[in-house]
């Protein structure tokens, strides 16, 4: 069983950074695909970042590209998002998520198997 703990997540002034954390228990993470969505309240459940296995494929929602980074170090079991020049509209629970299926990059929620608990994100204005 796979176990995903986010860490990282706070109240930050507009235009501030965070960096989030995943760390994987119960397998390695480098045969995982990792992913981070985030939910707002009132809202569905939203992509923000995808990396592939390997970690050299990454994909981006179009409101957060050029502004976070997903990464992932598999001799850590850990993967992270780097948030910079963060916005109001930014807010939300974030989530990593990870598919032991997949080799390449998932948009998709359902293509994942093991969630973290989440870890709010609050940017003020």
């Known amino acids: 069983q796979v176990q995903l703990v986010e860490s990282g997540g706070g109240l930050v002034q507009a235009g501030g950074s965070l960096r989030l954390a995943c760390a994987a228990s119960?397998?390695?993470?480098?045969?995982?695909?990792g992913g981070w969505f985030r939910q707002a309240p009132g809202k569905e459940r939203e992509f923000v970042a995808a990396?592939?296995?390997?970690?050299?494929?990454?994909s981006y929602a179009d409101s957060v590209k050029g502004r976070f980074t997903i990464s992932k170090d598999n001799a850590l079991n850990t993967q992270y998002l780097q948030m910079n020049s963060l916005k109001p509209e930014d807010t939300a629970v974030y989530y990593c998520a990870a598919s032991f299926a997949r080799v390449g990059v998932s948009l998709a929620p359902r293509d994942y198997d093991y969630w973290g608990q989440g870890t709010q994100v609050t940017v003020s204005s």
């Open positions: 990396i592939s296995r390997s970690g050299v494929r990454t």
């Open positions: 119960g397998r390695t993470f480098s045969n995982y695909a």
